[in-house]
């Protein structure tokens, strides 16, 4: 190329002790080797090599980088060294530049890398376990990472294979740290990603680490970052597993929490749309009921766009993309059904003591069946308000027996409430169709059936410990603790089954009720018919009688999820006071009513003009 430009001659010069940059950044040497043709040669085809001998005798430590510097760019005073348009090629003895340029050429030797190419400098492979690693035994790799540094040597990062485990380790500079990003590419690869990734492309995930953690990090005698991801990590549970069944481990070698700016673990491709993502961690330690990881949302924000996820976290640990098929709602929502379901429930449980009051203590009548099952009904759903409302203090004690206790407390009167709403309803069938309840200690059988058949689901819980602690989490990662059954398919299959059966059988008893008042009104004549206003205040009152409105929680799904969600809260909620409300006015017979119900079907006139429970 030279002669191509009439130039026949090459100059070769050697500036011995000159450059030092600073204390971490400095030419091997101090000197510069320049090298001139009289025209700008660049892009070459072949490059001029450049070979420094006994080039690891240097400080320890120090990474050796091939550059260049333009005469005609400085950073003030200083000359603009830059890689572009040299490659570093290390041997055990010695380093070659092969540069595609001429110009001003050095060895730089820094604490901080300088990645060209965007790779480790060294790949190191592990015989693959056996078996995949599961996350206590990836607990123990992570806090005996520093062997890996002994088999680095003078390299200052390294890309660890073991198996299906990918990883990737860097010294920290002692001085001037500056951030440091990683990216794991979908082949396999490692790479050292800088501004903009480099170009890089096919990144599933990438790592960012704030100058703050590094800094933090070696203020604490820390002297390297290591990422690792473990693949094929088991589900969790039949609706909940880990983002491609993997984990993610981050170590610094010191404790890093509480930071300010945040480690961010950024993950493409994450299907948002059949399931819902949330970002995780667990210390390595922290165990649930029944010897399960516990992963949290504490430390870490989930933020999502676009199909890909960042986990801002301002810990190191392990990590992972929580993905479930559990309904979880937005933040704002969450909060206010939580007050709505508190303030329901006080009322309730206030007008549940009122009517229990007046029935024990100031009723003069002697009670009838329906008073009576009506009652249990009313203790039932009074242990539940007060067991629900209490339910979260108890879970934030994090006592284990404790919160066991509360949630078969919880379990058993919910169930408890759905019994007895089963109990109602078929007293109404036996009224509707005027069938004898003269039956031998039929109240004693209908209180057995009540409060006995729960009595056995619980304790069948009981025995094989599935109550304990439980986190509902919102969009945002925000959760609420509660004592509950730790198993979600499991609490789908007993409460949901269970609620389904009674469900059923009150909704059909409801239907009759209302056939036969409709027939009823419409064969009344003018001077006994009752008005529209009544009848319709006692479709109400047995709606809420039957517990029907708990049947909302089979419309939580699609476009009906939020409007289910409030209706349910709402009726459920306020149920006792309802109750309540339609005891006190149903049971103040008027005398109109009395000779209503002496001239008409007894049972067909109890449903809707004066209450069975009077």
């Known amino acids: ?77 200083e000359p603009n060294w830059t890689t572009d348009g040299c490659t570093t090629i290390k041997n055990s003895d010695n380093v070659k530049c092969q540069c595609s340029h001429l110009t001003f050429f050095g060895i730089l ?25 599961d996350s206590d035994q990836a607990v123990k790799f992570m806090k005996n990472l520093s062997f890996i540094l002994d088999f680095m040597g003078n390299s200052s990062s ?15 500079p002692k001085q001037n740290q500056t951030v440091m990003d990683f990216g794991f590419q979908s082949s396999g690869d490692v790479m050292i990603l800088k501004e903009n990734n480099n170009g890089v492309t096919n990144i599933k995930q990438t790592i960012h680490f704030p100058k703050k953690a590094i800094k933090l990090a070696v203020e604490q005698n820390g002297s390297f970052a290591g990422v690792f991801l473990f693949p ?25 929490s509480n930071l300010s700016e945040t480690i961010d673990i ?66 704002s929502d969450l909060k206010t059904l939580t007050q709505i379901t508190k303030a329901g429930c006080g009322i309730s449980l206030f007008f549940l003591g009122v009517a229990l009051f007046m029935h024990f203590l100031i009723r003069k009548t002697k009670a009838s069946e329906s008073v009576k099952i009506l009652m ?4 039932a759903l009074f242990f539940l308000n007060l067991c629900f409302l209490v339910n979260e203090s108890i879970a934030k004690l994090k006592v284990s027996a404790a919160c066991v206790a509360m949630a078969a407390a919880l379990h058993y009167s919910m169930l408890a409430t759905f019994t007895w709403f089963f109990m109602q309803a078929l007293h109404l069938y036996f009224n509707l169709h005027q069938i004898s309840t003269g039956i031998k200690y039929y109240m004693g059988k ?16 009981l025995a094989s410990n599935n109550y304990g602690n439980m986190e509902i989490y919102d969009d945002n990662g925000t959760s609420v603790s509660m004592c509950w059954i730790t198993d979600s398919t499991l609490h789908m299959g007993v409460n949901i089954g269970y609620y389904g059966i009674v469900f059923i059988f009150t ?34 009152g047995l709606f809420c009688l039957l517990g029907i409105s708990w049947g909302f929680a089979f419309f939580s799904y699609g476009p009906l999820l939020l409007p289910s969600f409030y209706i349910f809260t709402i009726l459920n909620s306020f149920q006792g006071f309802f109750l309540f409300v339609y005891y006190y006015f149903s049971s103040r017979i008027r005398p109109e009513d009395r000779k209503i119900s002496e001239n008409s079907s007894r049972a067909t006139e109890n449903v809707y003009t004066t209450s069975p429970y009077a």
């Not at 008893?509 to 027939?519: E, M, R």
């Open 507 to 540: 909704l059909t008893i409801f239907l009759v009720a209302v056939v036969q008042i409709t027939k009823f009104a419409s064969k009344a004549d003018n001077r006994d018919k009752v008005s529209t206003k009544k009848r319709l205040f006692s479709l109400l």
């Open 1 to 77: 190329m030279a002669l191509a430009q009439n130039e026949n001659y090459i100059r070769i010069l050697i500036f011995p002790g000159v450059f030092k940059n600073d204390n971490d950044s400095s030419v091997l040497h101090g000197e510069v080797l320049g090298i001139e043709m009289g025209s700008k040669i660049s892009n070459l085809s072949k490059p001029i090599d450049i070979q420094y001998n006994n080039a690891t005798l240097v400080k320890s430590g120090l990474t050796p980088k091939c550059v260049s510097w333009d005469n005609n760019k400085r950073n003030g005073n």
């Open 266 to 331: 950024h993950f493409t491709d994450v299907n948002t749309t059949e399931f819902n993502a949330i970002c995780v961690s667990w210390d390595g330690t922290s165990k649930e009921e029944g010897g399960k990881n516990k992963w949290i949302t504490d430390g870490c924000l989930t933020n999502e766009a676009n199909g890909s996820i960042t986990c801002q976290c301002s810990h190191l640990t392990f990590f992972a993309i929580l993905m479930s098929t559990d309904v979880q709602i937005s933040s």
């Open 446 to 461: 209908i209180c057995i059936t009540g409060w006995v058949i729960p009595a056995l689901f619980v304790i069948g819980l």
């Open 376 to 379: 249990n009904l009313f203790v």
């Open 109 to 133: 030797l820094s604490s901080v890398p300088l990645i060209e190419d965007g790779k480790p400098e060294k790949l190191l492979t592990f015989e693959a376990p056996k078996t995949p690693l």
């Open 232 to 256: 094929e990590i088991e589900k969790l549970n039949k609706t909940s597993s880990f983002f491609n069944n993997e984990i993610m481990g981050v170590e610094m070698g010191v404790n890093i």
């Open 158 to 172: 390294a890309a660890i294979k073991m198996g299906n485990i990918t990883g990737v380790m860097s010294r920290l």
